[in-house]
């Protein structure tokens, strides 16, 4: 049985096509947190995790970030949200979810935020 949960092989092609596409809240984003920039973490963009793609995912901290868009706000997708995050951290990662519109509007303070959920 194959127990790996990380990038698993099927989702690759996807995750490049996320990863060349970055919506431009996820690019504001990742110039904040690339190359080690937010307190020394290394993070990853479009990271697979069962068979998820996460936007951000920064393993030494077991911490995924989800950026929404307009899309999020429909019933529908938030009920997929939900279960998707209640496996997800079932499974020992922390999720944090921000609305687009924060990375725009109040990008130090979502920095801060997830800051905050670092094991110092």
């Not at 990742?30 to 920039?37: D, E, G």
Request: one cysteine or more.
């Amino acid at each position: 049985m194959n127990n790996k949960i990380h990038n698993r092989k099927h989702l690759e092609e996807r995750r490049k096509e996320l990863r060349n596409n970055l919506t431009s809240a996820e690019a504001t984003l990742w110039k904040s947190l690339q190359r080690k920039q937010l307190k020394g973490r290394k993070f990853r963009r479009q990271h697979s995790i069962k068979n998820y793609i996460v936007d951000f995912y920064c393993a030494s901290e077991q911490l995924i970030i989800e950026l929404d868009g307009a899309i999020h706000l429909d019933f529908a997708q938030q009920d997929y949200d939900y279960e998707r995050t209640l496996i997800l951290e079932n499974s020992g990662f922390k999720v944090l979810r921000f609305e687009n519109k924060m990375i725009f509007e109040n990008l130090t303070e979502v920095l801060e935020e997830i800051a905050r959920h670092f094991k110092e």
